[in-house]
């Protein structure tokens, strides 16, 4: 079974399919009744990956020129275009053709992020997208962390914001180990029971995982304060009676259930995925050398028996 790229949620395939049919207005009226600034930043997603909107979008923007939503969309899909035309290989090994596609598409997207922020400040969508789009830009890190406080300052654990710095906070990017973690930590630390942040600290773990040389890796990951911290981040977060699934609620789950996989506590990793079901995700399943769809199905199987 394909992953489905709208986890299970209703209301995101009819924005997936009406994004596919070029039915803006559709798209429009749904996502003007979004309030809530996770919710909204999940369904815009949605929206950036469908394909063909550079096509299409200047027809919603010319009959809506004072509505920045058609600018919010086509700034989104810009920069997943733009990650698009890079591809998955480190810079050293990307064609020249290749970056330039890439850096020429980002800053198309930036330049129509930039004035939904100008006209509407209090956009957490599109901060959370600027935040992205600063990785790959190479955005210092001043610039970057107004961009993150802007989205948090109204909105203090906006989900996707506290994604995208930790990942411009990787080594692999602007950051360092230290930096990933003690971000990771202090959200987690700081934010309230029930708090949808907690997976930010299986995240880095995953991060500091992949870092890590065959063997290392593994040590990392079953150390017992590992899996001490895993087990407690959860239980504040995913597993907290209080907790509240909205919109993209199995991406947690499943970002928890790879990780406690990982540091070889099955028991934990069981109960993540009796809450998912079959709501899988590509990440970060991926980074198995299975793929994602074998990886989920056997390590979800080989749990579920016990073995």
Request: with cysteine; proline share 6%; glycine share 8%.
């Amino acid at each position: 079974m394909p992953i489905d790229p709208c986890l299970g949620d209703a209301a995101g395939r009819m924005v997936r399919d009406a994004m596919a049919g070029r039915n803006w207005p559709v798209v429009r009226d749904f996502l003007n009744g979004v309030t809530d600034p996770d919710a909204r930043a999940f369904y815009v997603g949605i929206c950036s990956e469908a394909r063909g909107v550079q096509d299409w979008i200047g027809q919603w923007i010319e009959a809506e020129p004072h509505s920045t939503l058609p600018l919010l969309v086509k700034g989104a899909h810009g920069v997943v275009w733009a990650w698009e035309a890079r591809g998955t290989a480190y810079t050293s090994f990307t064609p020249e053709q290749q970056l330039k596609e890439f850096h020429g598409r980002l800053e198309m997207a930036e330049d129509c992020l930039e004035e939904v922020v100008e006209r509407d400040p209090d956009d957490t969508t599109a901060w959370t997208w600027l935040v992205t789009s600063a990785r790959g830009r190479r955005v210092g890190r001043e610039e970057t962390e107004r961009r993150f406080h802007e989205a948090v300052g109204r909105h203090p654990w906006h989900v996707a914001a506290h994604e995208q710095m930790l990942q411009y906070l990787c080594r692999k990017w602007a950051g360092s180990h230290e930096e990933m973690f003690a971000f990771a930590r202090k959200a987690v630390t700081a934010s309230s029971p029930a708090s949808p942040l907690g997976h930010l600290i299986a995240d880095a773990h995953i991060e500091y995982w992949l870092s890590l040389p065959e063997g290392e890796d593994n040590l990392h990951m079953t150390h017992p304060e590992v899996r001490a911290e895993l087990r407690s981040a959860a239980a504040q977060s995913v597993n907290h009676p209080g907790y509240r699934r909205g919109p993209g609620w199995p991406g947690p789950y499943n970002t928890f259930a790879f990780a406690f996989f990982l540091a070889d506590d099955h028991e934990a990793c069981r109960a993540q995925f009796q809450v998912i079901g079959d709501n899988r995700t590509e990440w970060p399943w991926s980074y198995h050398p299975l793929g994602a769809t074998r990886a989920f199905a056997q390590i979800r199987e080989k749990v579920t028996r016990g073995r």
